[in-house]
C-alpha cells in the first residue's frame, strides 16, 4: 500500500512540474516584438546618479511639496 502511495506521489509531483516547466511558446494575438517593452531592466541606458544629484532631487521634492504629498497619500492611508 505504502508503495502505491509512494507511485502516485511521484507521478503527480512530476506531472505537475512539467507542466510548471513547459514552454507554451508566444501568446496568440500578441506581436513578439512588441512582447518586453515597458518593462524596466537595469541596462535600460539611465545613468547611475551621483549622490550630490539624489541629495539636490531630494531637496527639490521638498521644496516643491511632492515629498510631503507622497509620504501623505501612501504611507498615512491618503485623505
Known amino acids: 500500500m505504502k508503495a502505491l502511495m509512494i507511485a502516485v506521489s511521484f507521478a503527480a ?29 537595469p541596462n535600460s541606458g539611465a545613468q547611475p546618479l551621483t549622490r550630490a544629484q539624489v541629495r539636490a532631487q531630494l531637496v527639490q521634492a521638498q521644496r516643491s511639496g511632492e515629498l510631503a504629498y507622497l509620504n501623505n497619500t501612501f504611507y498615512k492611508g491618503g485623505n
Open 13 to 41: 509531483c512530476a506531472t505537475t512540474s512539467l507542466a510548471y516547466a513547459a514552454d507554451f511558446g508566444q501568446p496568440t494575438g500578441q506581436n513578439p516584438s512588441v512582447t518586453g517593452q515597458g518593462q524596466w531592466s
